[in-house]
């Protein structure tokens, strides 16, 4: 199983961020699998954001819950992060994975 992020790069303050991640060799619909998004700004720990199960349940880091959500394309095999109101803060590589399977990452810069 594969498993890639994709999205933008850089996004100013105040802007939202919305990041894919496609599976290949594997459904995002098999039972009992759960899917992540998770961050790791540099020289920090890395940060559970959010998952999605193989049928369609959500849950949210407290933290991050009030600007945060998910939703997925079956047909696509994707699921996709949204982050409202970036601050710099939220400048990290983001990655999506699940178990042991995990993206190569994708570095998101906030910044003005």
């Known amino acids: 199983m594969h498993i890639q992020e994709s999205g933008p790069g850089l996004l100013k303050p105040s802007q939202t961020l919305s990041l894919t991640c496609t599976v290949s060799?594997?459904?995002?619909?098999?039972?009992?699998?759960?899917w992540m998004w998770a961050r790791q700004p540099q020289g920090k720990g890395l940060e559970w954001i959010a998952s999605?199960?193989?049928?369609?349940?959500?849950f949210y880091s407290p933290s991050l819950k009030s600007r945060t959500s998910l939703s997925r394309d079956t047909a696509n095999n994707q699921f996709t992060l949204q982050l409202k109101s970036v601050r710099p803060e939220d400048t990290a590589v983001y990655y999506c994975?699940?178990?042991?399977?995990w993206g190569e990452g994708t570095l998101v810069t906030v910044s003005s």
């Open positions: 999605i199960s193989y049928s369609g349940d959500t």
């Open positions: 994975a699940s178990g042991t399977v």
């Open positions: 060799g594997g459904s995002i619909t098999t039972r009992d699998y759960i």
